[in-house]
């Protein structure tokens, strides 16, 4: 018998499904707060090469935690009204 089949053997005994009902909810969080930290990484290193950029004083960044929604991510956009701006996002669910 493989890992993967003993694994599902074992976690699916009676006896074993209410942990596993329990950690099926937890892996949800667990996901979205490794989807978040990612996000915040991403967010200082641009912060920081900004920071050290000669556009440092023409650009703002924000990062858009509600990284759930329909649309999220970093927001890359310049302190003077422009008609356009780069917006790196994400579509929900990817």
Known sequence: MDYDTALIDFLSQEENLPFILELSEKVVQVKD?????FWEKIETQLRKRLKESSFKTD???KLD???FSSWSGIYLSPIAPVPKSIQPLQANGT
């Not at 707060?33 to 930290?37: A, D, N, P, S």
């Open 65 to 67: 935690k509600n990284l």
């Open 59 to 61: 650009w703002r960044l």
């Open 33 to 37: 707060k490794l989807h978040l930290k």
